[in-house]
């Protein structure tokens, strides 16, 4: 399988600005999601990244390089709201020509007063 | 709009004891519809996936089923359940494989 991976787990202070990393393997590379999910709940999308460069949505921004298997999810003016789960997910492309969305385990925000 | 509902929302089953979850979509036709398993501590793996009535693709094997009897309908079953299956159960759907997937609540099954 693909292995995506981001940390584990990130404080950061309210009002402030955080950035979570991704990275996964570029083989069959085809796209990258970032989804939200808070304790107990679904996860929801944020994000979807097909070309390189930043994608801006309020105070939520994407990065994607698709050249270096990176991405990174940046979040401004951080509220407590803002504390859940980050997933990244990258969509791949096989050989058989069927799509295989992978997720990394998550990074736990704690947003702190 | 489209909605998708899981249930029961909520399980506490014994180990070997049978399962049945039941996800529903509303509002769109000939959905791709995916169960995941979200374990303490792991990330989404996907169980299975199907394209449509009938058409189910496996992704990891397990003592897990699962059947889609009618087109917004996706269940998820067992004969006898294990402690590994404990978790967070989610459907989710799409219409085009490859774009965004909208999740359902989830299920949480506790086996003792």
């Known amino acids: 399988g693909q292995n995506i991976d981001q940390p584990t787990e990130m404080t950061a202070t309210e009002g402030a600005i955080v950035q979570i990393n991704c990275t996964y393997q570029t083989s069959g590379f085809n796209g990258l999601f970032w989804y939200q999910q808070h304790a107990g709940e679904a996860p929801t999308f944020l994000s979807y990244n097909v070309l390189d460069g930043l994608e801006e949505k309020g105070r939520f921004s994407s990065f994607l390089s698709r050249s270096k298997g990176y991405s990174y999810l940046l979040l401004k003016e951080l509220q407590m709201k803002d504390s859940a789960s980050y997933l990244c997910?990258?969509?791949?492309?096989?050989?058989?020509?069927?799509?295989?969305?992978?997720f990394g385990k998550g990074t736990k925000l704690s947003v702190i007063p | 709009s489209q909605t998708i509902h899981q249930w029961p929302a909520t399980l506490v089953q014994p180990v070997g004891s049978p399962l049945s979850l039941e996800c529903t979509v509303e509002?769109?036709?000939?959905?791709?519809l995916y169960w995941y398993r979200q374990a303490a501590g792991r990330g989404l793996q996907l169980l299975f996936y199907?394209?449509?009535?009938?058409?189910i693709s496996s992704e990891v094997p397990q003592n897990l089923s699962a059947s889609r009897p009618q087109d917004r309908q996706f269940i998820l079953s067992s004969k006898k359940l294990l402690l590994s299956d404990s978790g967070f159960y989610l459907c989710?759907?799409?219409?085009?494989?490859?774009?965004?997937?909208?999740f359902g609540p989830g299920t949480r099954l506790t086996v003792l």
């Open positions: 509002g769109t036709s000939n959905p791709n």
């Open positions: 997910a990258a969509l791949f492309l096989s050989g058989a020509g069927s799509y295989q969305l992978t």
């Open positions: 199907s394209v449509g009535i009938g058409q």
């Open positions: 989710a759907w799409d219409v085009q494989a490859g774009g965004e997937q909208f």
